[in-house]
T-cell receptor
Framework: DSGVTQTPKHLITATGQRVTLRCSPRSGDLSVYWYQQSLDQGLQFLIQ???????AKGNILERFSAQQFPDLHSELNLSSLELGDSALYFC?????????????????FGPGTRLTVL | DAKTTQPPSMDCAEGRAANLPCNHS???????VYWYRQIHSQGPQYIIH???NNETNEMASLIITEDRKSSTLILPHATLRDTAVYYC???????????????FGQGTTLQVKP
């Protein structure tokens, strides 16, 4: 158990719908990362938040958005869903502090949310 | 971040050492080698990292060549539970140009057989 929780575990929805995936980082971790894993694309970085602020963006579609709340949990919102959005979505957290260089930033991954778009 | 090259798959007999190679010929002086693994659809798990010296922890050993252009992850006594996809990632430490995100390649699927 990594200490990172994600809900729901499974989500089945239809094309055109909107869903919200939730992530609770390990206690004390300020950074949250979202990754998408699909069969054809592998594990891809989507977006990172640090202490409530967006820090890095990867290959995240405009239909997707995320935020990190004051209690440090994060939500990934996926809208206008397409069949190709079906994937495993992982959240990871790390304790590293921005502004402190030299951190190794081991990331702790949650169990993932499996999204199926029909 | 430097790109890595790993064989797509490998087999290993249970109880034997599993040696997983990784090429990173364009690695920079400030970049570390990290290994993560993913056991069937679970979240990836950190294994080990190193700069230029060999490293060992309770999970594995990491051997980095002197020129740092390649490395080998060693699982000394592989068990069936070590069957997973192993990812070699090269990345600089956290700093102004690196936010800590991980860029995963295709990894090596290790199959440990009884």
């Amino acid at each position: 158990d990594s200490g990172v929780t994600q809900t729901p575990k499974h989500l089945i929805t239809a094309t055109g719908q909107r869903v919200t995936l939730r992530c609770s980082p390990r206690s004390g971790d300020l950074s949250v990362y979202w990754y998408q894993q699909s069969l054809d694309q592998g594990l891809q970085f989507l977006i990172q938040y640090y202490n409530g602020e967006e820090r890095a963006k990867g290959n995240i579609l405009e239909r997707f958005s995320a935020q990190q709340f004051p209690d440090l949990h994060s939500e990934l919102n996926l809208s206008s869903l397409e069949l190709g959005d079906s994937a495993l979505y992982f959240c990871a957290s790390s304790p590293h502090q921005f502004g402190v260089t030299g951190g190794h930033n081991e990331q702790f991954f949650g169990p993932g949310t499996r999204l199926t778009v029909l | 971040d430097a790109k890595t090259t790993q064989p797509p798959s490998m087999d290993c007999a249970e109880g034997r050492a599993a040696n997983l190679p990784c090429n990173h010929s364009t690695i920079s002086g400030n970049e570390y080698v990290y290994w993560y693994r993913q056991i069937h659809s679970q979240g990836p798990q950190y294994i080990i990292h190193g700069l230029k010296n060999n490293e060992t922890n309770e999970m594995a050993s990491l051997i980095i060549t002197e020129d740092r252009k390649s490395s080998t992850l060693i699982l000394p006594h592989a068990t069936l539970r070590d069957t997973a996809v192993y990812y070699c990632i090269v990345r600089a430490l956290i700093g102004s140009s690196n936010t800590g995100k991980l860029i995963f390649g295709q990894g090596t699927t290790l199959q440990v057989k009884p």
